[in-house]
């Protein structure tokens, strides 16, 4: 069983920069590929980014690309997920989640674990 713990959330206006950040409770953390996902109220989960198991291989959602950059840490268990330019959109809950496989995923269903999420509240 692997535990992911998010925090960094939290209210900024828009234009504005956070940095969410999610621990993972595993040693084989780099055996992982990892992705973060939102959910606003009212709409589905939806894919954010993803990030293969080296780091060396990353993946993003049309919405966020050339604004959030997907990042990770295995010697600290750490994926990081920096959002700039935050819009009004973007708010929602993020969840990060941790996959079986290698390989970077934007399918949510590719992932076995996920953690209690992050509220992010972006005002314009």
């Known amino acids: 069983q692997v535990q992911l713990v998010e925090s960094g959330g939290g209210l900024v206006q828009a234009g504005r920069s956070l940095r969410l950040s999610c621990v993972a409770s595993e040693r084989t953390f780099r055996n992982r590929a990892m992705g973060w996902f939102r959910q606003a109220p009212g709409k589905e989960r939806e894919f954010v980014a993803a990030?293969?198991?080296?780091?060396?291989?990353?993946d993003y959602a049309d919405s966020v690309k050339d604004r959030f950059t997907v990042s990770r840490d295995n010697a600290e268990n750490t994926v990081y997920l920096q959002m700039n330019s935050l819009k009004p959109e973007d708010t929602a809950v993020y969840y990060c989640?941790?996959?079986?496989?290698?390989?970077?995923?934007?399918?949510?269903?590719?992932?076995?674990?996920w953690g209690q999420g992050t509220q992010v509240t972006v005002s314009s």
């Open positions: 989640a941790a996959s079986s496989r290698l390989e970077r995923v934007a399918n949510q269903y590719e992932y076995d674990y």
């Open positions: 990030i293969s198991g080296s780091g060396g291989s990353t």
